[in-house]
């Protein structure tokens, strides 16, 4: 099952910026926190990701909270090339050979002009 | 181009039949993953390599089979195939197996079984 929770879709105005949340209640301390998107008929999507703190790129900002337990990807300025689904998954930060990562049903965010 | 290459692109094939899917690794990663999409199930993991071997397995079917060679590419054998198993099957690769590296996509496989 997947470790994480969102909500199942979000809608945002064209030009304005977008707060997805994500929780993950059961993050352990080694778990980075992974999004990536998925626009229709094309395989996943890297965002972005982080551990601990605050994270930028050019695509977006992570914010994750101080208990770690949720965070939230922020599009600064929606487009609608934006429109697609989200997912927020938990990635295992120890050294080992072992990688199963389970994506959940995502959020499925809306652009509207 | 994301750098992982899936082959083919689209597969039409009948019920009862055996297909393989064929993915090209990112240059310099180690890890496959395979996934398989349909309408009503989202992205399920079906199963990792890790440098030729297998790592972790999802909810694969006993007719699913897989396997990474030397050179680091990796098949997916579907068998006895079922209307069921029509989907999009992704691959993706790894370059470290720490969470402090992204997966990168395929562009995936669209299987039809009629």
């Known amino acids: 099952d997947a470790k994480t929770t969102q909500p199942n879709s979000m809608e945002s105005n064209e030009e304005e910026p977008v707060h997805l949340p994500c929780n993950h209640s059961?993050?352990?301390?080694?778990?980075?926190i992974h999004w990536y998107r998925q626009l229709p008929s094309q395989g996943p999507e890297y965002v972005i990701h982080g551990l601990t703190s605050n994270v930028n790129n050019r695509m977006a900002s992570l914010a994750i909270a101080e208990d770690r337990k949720s965070s939230t990807l922020i599009l600064h300025r929606a487009t609608l090339r934006d429109a697609a689904v989200y997912y927020c998954i938990l990635r295992e930060g120890l050294k080992t050979s072992y990688d199963k990562v389970i994506f959940g049903p995502g959020t499925s965010l809306s652009v509207i002009p | 181009d994301s750098g992982v290459t899936q082959t083919p692109k689209h597969l039409i094939t009948a019920t009862g039949q055996r297909v393989t899917l064929r993915c090209s690794p990112r240059s310099g990663d180690l890890s496959v993953y395979w996934y398989q999409q349909s309408l009503d199930q989202g992205l399920q993991f079906l199963i990792q390599y890790y440098n030729g071997e297998e790592r972790a397995k999802g909810n694969i079917l006993e007719r699913f089979s897989a396997q990474q060679f030397p050179d680091l590419h990796s098949e997916l054998n579907l068998s006895s195939l079922e209307l069921g198993d029509s989907a999009l099957y992704f691959c993706a690769s790894s370059n470290n197996l720490q969470g402090a590296g992204g997966y990168t996509f395929g562009s995936g496989t669209r299987l039809t079984v009629v």
């Open positions: 059961t993050i352990s301390g080694t778990d980075y």
